[in-house]
């Protein structure tokens, strides 16, 4: 398989990032999201309709999405585990959801409360749903390289819950390193694995960075053919059920390698910078984008 020459980049900022920093305002994200636009991001998960007990930084998604100026070729998304959750995105216009299960029974009790198999049923009604409104659903298996709770996952495991999501209508699934624990051959052969029953193509990656091995597990899944990657603008973030987890991987680093391989992205290294270094700004702490601080 040759390398690709173009990758699609899935921004996690305003979400998986935000939602794991000291909250911010509504307005601070409408600026960090039009910025990340600005910058050339074409996808940009904006928010998620949970519990606002649960992950209360995301509490103001509705409000969020009823302000959002939408910049024309832009998708803007949300998380939804259930048809709740999706019935307040589609109200307030959201263009995309996303539906997120575990190959971890421990942590998909955590972080939604229930079992693999009870959140398969509550994703059933969401996609019949989101069918009928033609709303593109997008699958998150989280896990896929270890859990915080049950240790080593297997491999079998993620292509069992991936092919699930899939069949029920998933057009993308995306693979979750939630905690970042995950070497490039352990990578590599998971991928493998999900790709004998959800196509390459449809395959993203989600790679946390707590180890520092996220760009090297993707430099050895780019060779797969792989060519979509969540990440988060100056590396915010980390998640609320896996305790010590740093965010993704940061959008800056990722952009600057596949730059470097000659892979475009269309995103502006530059802005992409400063739009990293502002919200950093704004939550009080250093931006962990190694490219931005060297270049800022
Ligand atoms: C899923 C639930 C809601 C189940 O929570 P539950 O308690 O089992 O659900 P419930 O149906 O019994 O409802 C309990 C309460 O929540 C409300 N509720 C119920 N649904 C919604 C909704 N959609 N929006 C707003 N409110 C909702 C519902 O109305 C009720 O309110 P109350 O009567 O107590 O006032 C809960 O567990 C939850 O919100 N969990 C948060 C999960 C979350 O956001 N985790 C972080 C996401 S990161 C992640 O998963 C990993 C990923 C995707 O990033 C990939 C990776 O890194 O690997």
Same mark, same amino acid.
């Given at each position: 398989?040759?390398?690709?020459?173009?990758?699609?980049?899935?921004?996690?900022?305003?979400?998986?990032?935000?939602? &794991?920093?000291? @909250?911010?305002?509504?307005?601070?994200?409408?600026?960090?999201?039009? &910025?990340?636009?600005?910058?050339?991001?074409?996808?940009?998960?904006?928010?998620? *309709?949970?519990?606002?007990?649960?992950?209360? !930084?995301?509490?103001d998604?509705?409000? $969020?999405f009823?302000?959002?100026p939408?910049?024309?070729?832009?998708? /803007?998304?949300?998380?939804t585990p259930?048809?709740?959750?999706f019935?307040?995105?589609?109200? #307030?216009?959201?263009?995309?959801?996303?539906?997120?299960?575990?190959?971890?029974?421990? *942590? %998909? !009790?955590?972080?939604?409360?229930?079992?693999?198999?009870?959140?398969?049923?509550? *994703?059933?009604?969401?996609?019949?749903?989101?069918?009928?409104?033609?709303i593109?659903?997008?699958?998150?298996?989280s896990?896929v390289?270890?859990?915080?709770?049950?240790?080593?996952?297997?491999? %079998?495991?993620?292509?069992? #819950?991936?092919?699930?999501l /899939?069949?029920?209508?998933?057009?993308?699934?995306?693979?979750?390193?939630?905690?970042?624990?995950?070497t490039?051959?352990?990578?590599r052969?998971?991928?493998?694995q #999900?790709?004998?029953? #959800?196509?390459?193509d449809?395959?993203?990656?989600?790679?946390?960075?707590?180890?520092?091995?996220a760009?090297?597990?993707?430099?050895?899944c $780019?060779? $797969?053919g792989?060519?979509?990657?969540?990440?988060?603008?100056?590396?915010l973030?980390?998640?609320?059920?896996?305790k010590?987890?740093s965010? &993704? $991987?940061?959008?800056?680093?990722?952009? /600057?390698?596949?730059?470097?391989?000659?892979?475009?992205?269309?995103?502006?290294?530059?802005?992409?910078? @400063?739009?990293?270094?502002q919200?950093?700004?704004?939550?009080?702490r250093?931006? &962990? %984008?190694?490219?931005?601080?060297?270049?800022?």
């Open positions: 398989m040759m390398m690709p020459s173009q990758a699609n980049i899935v921004e996690m900022g305003a979400r998986d990032g935000l939602q &794991n920093e000291v @909250a911010v305002t509504t307005d601070a994200k409408l600026t960090l999201i039009a &910025n990340l636009a600005e910058a050339g991001i074409k996808k940009i998960e904006a928010g998620s *309709f949970v519990s606002p007990k649960w992950v209360p !930084q995301m509490a998604s509705a409000e $969020l009823r302000q959002l939408r910049q024309q070729g832009v998708t /803007y998304s949300a998380l259930n048809l709740k959750g019935e307040i995105a589609q109200s #307030v216009g959201v263009d995309e959801v996303a539906i997120f299960g575990s190959a971890s029974e421990s *942590f %998909s !009790q955590k972080n939604i409360n229930c079992s693999i198999e009870e959140s398969i049923e509550r *994703f059933t009604p969401l996609m019949q749903k989101a069918k009928q409104q033609n593109p659903v997008r699958g998150y298996v896990c390289l270890g859990c915080p709770y049950e240790g080593h996952i297997n491999a %079998s495991e993620v292509a069992r #819950v991936s092919e699930i /899939y069949k029920m209508g998933c057009y993308q699934i995306s693979l979750g390193d939630t905690i970042g624990v995950g490039p051959l352990d990578a052969k998971m991928v493998e #999900v790709a004998n029953v #959800v196509p390459i449809q395959i993203a990656l989600h790679f946390h960075d707590t180890y520092g091995q760009l090297a597990n993707i430099q050895a $780019l060779a $797969l792989v060519n979509t990657f969540d990440s988060s603008v100056a590396g973030g980390g998640c609320p059920y896996a010590g987890a965010g &993704n $991987l940061a959008t800056e680093d990722l952009v /600057y390698m596949l730059h470097g391989m000659g892979i475009d992205t269309g995103i502006d290294l530059t802005k992409l910078i @400063a739009a990293g270094n919200i950093s700004q704004i939550i009080g250093q931006n &962990n %984008s190694k490219v931005a601080n060297a270049l800022s």
